[in-house]
């Protein structure tokens, strides 16, 4: 069975930094493209950024929402069986329930929640003005 443990979430000030990591269990790590989403109160599940099998970083834009480019940057140690997010100069806006995933079937990078077929239990980010 595979699992997704997140972890890093919490309570920052706008304009700090917070890294959040996500560590997978149940299966080889290597042939999981891992994604992160958000989810804020009243609001629709939005992808934040996603990165390749094989891939240790990436900053190619359309492996982030637009609306994290330049702020957020995600990696992963396979080694360690580990994915992270990197969000730097944080917004109000950013607070939300945040979700790693992880999609074993269709080989890239989608932006669409439906298509990863394991999630983790999240974990709250909550930026203050």
């Known amino acids: 069975q595979v699992q997704l443990v997140e972890s890093g979430g919490g309570l920052v000030q706008a304009g700090d930094s917070r890294r959040l990591s996500c560590t997978v269990s149940?299966?080889?790590?290597?042939?999981?493209?891992m994604g992160w989403f958000r989810q804020a109160p009243g609001k629709e599940r939005e992808f934040v950024a996603g990165?390749?099998?094989?891939?240790?970083?990436?900053?190619?834009?359309?492996s982030y929402g637009d609306s994290v480019k330049g702020r957020f940057t995600i990696s992963r140690v396979n080694a360690q069986n580990t994915v992270f997010l990197q969000m730097n100069s944080l917004k109000p806006e950013d607070t939300a329930v945040y979700y790693c995933?992880?999609?074993?079937?269709?080989?890239?990078?989608?932006?669409?929640?439906?298509?990863?077929?394991?999630w983790g239990q999240g974990t709250q980010v909550t930026v203050s003005s």
């Open positions: 995933a992880a999609d074993v079937k269709t080989g890239y990078i989608s932006r669409l929640g439906l298509l990863y077929q394991y």
């Open positions: 990165i390749y099998r094989t891939s240790s970083s990436t900053k190619l834009p359309d």
């Open positions: 149940g299966r080889t790590f290597t042939t999981l493209t």
